[in-house]
């Protein structure tokens, strides 16, 4: 089973920038598909991106354009680029692992973002 640590979260101004990362250890890094996604006060998890472990990316409508979601094999690590930062981002963002052999999914505990001025 992978475990996940968010790490990267924090206040920023409205247009601002951050940089997520989760760094995952206990497994096989390459096997897993990972994604970012978030949560704020009453509402759903939201999905935000994934990028598989071959590369390939995908993003919800409401972040395209300004997040981009990469990963370091070497690193075993995952990061979220976040631009143009909107009050409406802030919420808890949490990365997710999704084993590409048994479709089973890791949380980790996630990082607060708030975007105010």
């Known amino acids: 089973q992978v475990q996940l640590v968010e790490s990267g979260g924090g206040l920023v101004q409205p247009g601002g920038s951050l940089r997520l990362s989760c760094a995952a250890s206990g497994s096989i890094f390459g096997l897993y598909n990972m994604g970012w996604y978030r949560q704020a006060p009453g509402k759903q998890r939201e999905f935000l991106a994934r990028?598989?472990?071959?590369?390939?990316?995908n993003y919800a409508d409401s972040v395209k354009g300004r997040f981009t979601i990469s990963r370091d094999n070497a690193k075993n690590t995952v990061y979220l680029q976040m631009n143009s930062l909107k009050p409406e981002d802030t919420a808890v963002y949490y990365c997710?692992?999704?084993?590409?052999?048994?479709?089973?999914?890791?949380w980790g505990q996630g990082t607060q973002v708030t975007v105010s001025s």
């Open positions: 997710n692992a999704e084993n590409i052999l048994t479709n089973t999914g890791s």
């Open positions: 990028i598989t472990n071959g590369g390939s990316t």
